[in-house]
């Protein structure tokens, strides 16, 4: 399952790297594909990472028998996965308020930390592979 983790490291940098320089497209894109959607259907996915990236942890680390920080992939894939199911759990207004404020209130400098952030964990991922 290391093509996993490889995968969503190097995705996680791509598109932290498109939020911190494209911020306001990036931005408006997201808001077209996430808004519009029923919250219940979104936490799918963030479900389904978290699972992956807990198994891949266990996985990696039980193969190789040497001591690698992937407790931090999967204190991810458990972050992930509670976010999956609070998306699906939730009414849907409550989870449209949370993205409504995402896209419409958040302050540039906010999103580009968090863009700076999804950089710094994708780089973490690959470089602990």
């Not at 306001?24 to 077209?32: A, D, V, Y």
């Not at 989870?95 to 302050?107: C, D, I, M, N, P």
Request: a positive charge; proline letters at 4%.
């Amino acid at each position: 399952m290391k093509w996993f983790l490889y995968t969503i490291g190097l995705l996680w940098v791509i598109l932290g790297t498109v939020q911190v320089l494209y911020t306001e497209q990036s931005n408006s894109i997201l808001k077209k594909i996430m808004v519009e959607r029923n919250p219940k259907i979104l936490g799918i996915f963030p479900f389904l990472i978290g699972v992956l990236l807990c198994v891949s942890a266990l996985l990696n680390y039980s193969k190789e028998g040497v001591y690698k920080p992937l407790w931090f992939v999967f204190a991810l894939g458990l972050l992930a996965c509670i976010k999956g199911i609070l998306f699906f759990l939730l009414p849907p207004h409550n989870s449209r308020k949370f993205l409504q404020w995402w896209f419409s209130q958040a302050s540039d400098r906010f999103i580009r930390l968090w863009g700076l952030i999804l950089v710094v964990l994708g780089v973490a991922i690959l470089s602990w592979l």
